[in-house]
């Protein structure tokens, strides 16, 4: 018998081999790689994207304002400087210029050793909810806070707080725990009224809080667009 | 003599595991029927060397129309929406099982003339 076959048999045994490695390591990405969350990465870039543009976007408001601003300070001249000073106020009212002064800084955190502690329970329990940061930003309000931020987010009239899936929505911007939220005001009044109902009812609950009074709180700007289509003024004195 | 194909298995595989080229989802379907066309190749071509009619262009010829029919198949099953290819993997799997039947047949006779001849 001659050793014709060898060569063929050899070229059949290296493909077998090549293709069935091939197919097992291939097959072995696959399980580590399933399609949904495949779409959700190119969700989260598509996110990722659309946020960079929004910052973009608020960069260029914000340089927008500063040349208004410019050319507003230019014509301070007699009569105008009373207007100037009412637009100075409203727009602090408006929070669109940053703001320094004293204040408290509150800090939130998911119960995260709670729900270490009990992984077979809702995770819901353990967990900051918008409503949470809702009711202590209205104590905060019923408290005479000037302005308020959360994660550097100033709230102002427009400013919802609002739920989307395990992140919280705060001017159209994401935010994950922890959370501080800045209030300037009276640091005393403010703590006072805090710590009595929200604050005390998640500390019951083992959620991490921190709060601390503050002598030189900086509450940064809004950064968004404020525009009115449906709103007119009327009846101004 | 069967050290030359076992080294082209380990050639084979260790070139097939250290290549890092990512297959396309729907191409993993073709994948797996050119594993199964190779390997009944290979079974099929020890089995002919053991009954003695080996022919290397026959076992060549038979794995390149075998996964170009099967891959076909696969193509034209997507086509029409039936997994055509479950058909070309039940093939290869019975020719499998047959070839590694036939070969143990010849083996275990081989065996036994030896025996009857000592």
Known sequence: MSRKW???ITIMCFIAGFFLTFQLKVMADISTVNPISERNTNLITIINDLEEEIKKQEELIGETRDNLDKIQEEQIKGRLQELQDSLKTAKILAGLTPVAGKGIVITVDDNTEGLKANPNDDPNKYIIHYSQLLNIVSELKVGGAEAI?????????TSEIRCVGNLILINTTRIAPPFEIS????PRLLTE???ASELAIMKLSNYPVDLKEAEELIIPAYKGDLQFKYAQTKGEN | MWILPLLGLLAGAVIGSTLTYEVPPTYIKYMSIAVLASLDSVLGGVRALLKNDFDSTVLLSGFFTNALLAALLA???DRLGVDLYLAAVFVFGVRLFQNLANI????LSQLRNNKQVK
Not at chain 1, 183 to 186: L, M, P
């Open chain 1, 6 to 8: 060898l060569l063929p």
């Open chain 1, 149 to 157: 931020s959360i994660n550097g987010q100033r709230l102002i009239t």
């Open chain 1, 183 to 186: 209030a300037i005001g009276s």
């Open chain 1, 193 to 195: 009224i805090v710590t």
């Open chain 2, 75 to 77: 193509y034209l099953g």
């Open chain 2, 104 to 107: 143990r047949h010849s083996l």
